[in-house]
């Protein structure tokens, strides 16, 4: 199998989220993505709460990482580099999840990478909401989420 270019990013990206050790914990792995999309995932068994289904802050997390990823992915791309912060959150809880996670994060409605992009370049910040959610098997979503990150150029 030929290593990509965004293969060894995926892989970069995975060991710099997992050196993290709350998300050790979670025991996440970094799936696949598609430039517009990324998605991570994580076993339930260290993710799971009283009631034998996930943690709620573990969704969150995921969610939340998988926005922080997709916008540190873009970067990297781009030849950016840039410190990535999370600056608000807004999450829905719809259903709980009794099998393992996955969270699919991709740039909100309205949002454009190319004006992001060249936001920072030109001014040293930036902001994007990314869209995630938490899908579930059968159809529909357990979890769904609206991050803002900022984006601050290193140097």
Known sequence: MTDTPRSAHLR???AELLAMPPVAAMQLRVGDA??????????LAPNVNDK???????????MTLAGWGLIALRLVE???DANVY???TKVQYRTPVYT?????AV???GESWAGFLETLRNVGRAQMTVAASVPLA???VAADSRSRYVAIRKG
């Open 12 to 14: 970069a990206l995975e």
């Open 34 to 43: 598609d430039g517009e999309t990324l998605r991570l995932h994580a076993p």
């Open 52 to 62: 034998a289904c996930a943690f709620g802050g573990s969704l969150t997390s995921l």
């Open 78 to 80: 781009a030849g950016l």
């Open 86 to 88: 999370v600056a608000d």
């Open 100 to 104: 393992d996670l996955t969270a699919v």
């Open 107 to 109: 740039a909100d409605k």
């Open 138 to 140: 059968e159809g529909g």
